[in-house]
Nanobody
Framework: QVQLVESGGGLVQAGGSLSLSCAAS????????LGWFRQAAGKEREFVAA????????YYTNSVKGRFTISRDNAINTVYLQMNNLKPEDTAVYYC?????????????????WGQGTQVTVSS
């Protein structure tokens, strides 16, 4: 497992942008697939985006395609989520997660490691 710490959440107006970061501990960071999930109040946690260990493949849920970009820097053990053109429905606690395969970070029951979450609030 790996320890994950998110940062970068906050309050933004609709149409604005935020960039989330997730710093990881451990020497095996580059071997993990990484994902971002979110959980809105009263709703289940849902998949947002994922990236393979080599950053060769990225995956997005349909509602964020064209607006969000996931990336990673294995040299500094960090994964990012750039969020543009934010909408009120993007309001949620955002979590980063790590798994052994791309599939594991595409579903909320797959990752073996989770961050503590960071709040993103988009006002209309």
């Amino acid at each position: 497992q790996v320890q994950l710490v998110e940062s970068g959440g906050g309050l933004v107006q609709a149409g604005g942008s935020l960039s989330l970061s997730c710093a990881a501990s451990g020497r095996t960071f580059s071997t993990y697939a990484l994902g971002w999930f979110r959980q809105a109040a009263g709703k289940e946690r849902e998949f947002v985006a994922a990236i393979s260990n080599s950053a060769g493949k990225t995956y997005y849920t349909n509602s964020v395609k064209g607006r969000f970009t996931i990336s990673r820097d294995n040299a500094i053990n960090t994964v990012y989520l750039q969020m543009n053109n934010l909408k009120p429905e993007d309001t949620a606690v955002y979590y980063c997660a790590a798994g052994n395969t791309d599939y594991e970070v595409a579903t909320p029951i797959g990752p073996h490691s989770w961050g503590q979450g960071t709040q993103v609030t988009v006002s209309s």
